[in-house]
């Protein structure tokens, strides 16, 4: 026997003696010699007929997500490939950055053999060597479904897969791993409510002097781009203006208008790759209707923030 191509592994203890290692297995087991593959020659993700690229981030709507699925290309590998140990993470993010939710599973997959009871044999062998008490659907060989069960509109679908970390530890700082970036679509209109300071540049009706407040509050719609879910600069609002509270009429000047805004902080937020959630920043046009006085186009800059 050439037991150079044998690993063996004793009780809890493992050593590795030129081939592959499997984590945690019995002492009166062993594989023949086995190797790592390449992840990008049998794996690949799969919504229907159609194969996504990894390292590029692409756009799908809910019922797309749920219906992705890891496809290994079995007949890619070869037998003396050995079995694949593979972690998958699946982690799903606000459009924030803030994470909602994260699991991992594991998979086991081989070269394909011509006979379908041999091959579950050899599964169930496998599986059992790995752990005892557990139970791997056979399907699983083939492809694995993408499992989250929080999405958000417009947040990020990661999906990572991986050489299980017991089995390449043993070959050295090998790169293998494949890394999905998926943006969950969601409304192209976003509401929200903003809060604004407003600085008036210029008053169409000069014969009519107001003494504006210095608060704004308005329900505005922002237009987001489709590939990333960004907000445009541009927007359109509808509000109180020149008022000393949000909700305060009541003084002479205050009133209410319909906003066209273009925000400055979202603009170089879009050149620059860094995006302001909350602060707004830029120059306003103004349709506006004060108390006790001639209604007016109002140019204002505007300082404010989204709740």
Request: proline share 6%; hydrophobic share 40%.
């Amino acid at each position: 026997m050439h037991w150079k191509r044998w690993l063996i592994v004793i009780g809890w203890f493992e050593f590795f003696l030129n081939g592959i290692c499997i984590a945690s297995l019995d002492s009166n087991f062993v594989f023949s010699r086995g190797k790592i593959v390449p992840l990008s020659r049998y794996v690949r993700l799969g919504l229907g007929e159609k194969v996504l690229p990894s390292e590029k981030r692409i756009v799908l709507n809910k019922e797309e997500v749920q219906k992705l699925k890891v496809v290994f290309l079995r007949d890619s590998l070869q037998p003396n490939d050995g079995p694949q140990f593979l972690k998958l993470t699946f982690g799903v993010t606000h459009r924030t950055g803030v994470v909602l939710e994260e699991n991992e599973q594991y998979a086991i997959t081989f070269s394909r053999l011509s006979d379908s009871t041999k091959e579950l044999e050899l599964l169930q062998e496998y599986v059992s060597r790995v752990n005892p008490m557990g139970w791997f659907n056979p399907e699983s060989i083939e492809w694995i479904p993408i499992q989250v069960d929080t999405l958000s509109p417009w947040g990020e679908v990661i999906i990572r897969i991986e050489t299980e970390k017991d089995i390449m530890k043993y070959y050295g700082r090998i790169r293998n791993k494949l890394e999905y970036r998926i943006l969950v679509q969601g409304p192209r209109i976003q509401p929200a409510l903003t809060l604004s300071v407003p600085k008036v540049l210029f008053d169409s009706c000069r014969d009519d002097s107001v003494n504006y407040g210095n608060t704004s509050a308005m329900l505005r719609f922002f237009l987001l781009n489709p590939n990333t879910g960004e907000k445009y600069p541009m927007s359109f609002g509808i509000g109180t203006f020149g008022v000393d509270s949000p909700i305060d009429v009541s003084r002479a000047g205050g009133g209410f208008a319909i906003s066209f805004y273009f925000d400055v902080v979202q603009m170089l937020g879009s050149l620059t790759g860094r995006f302001s959630q909350k602060i707004n920043a830029g120059v306003d046009v103004a349709p506006f209707f004060p108390i006790g006085h001639k209604s007016r186009i109002l140019v204002s800059a505007r300082v404010g923030i989204s709740p």
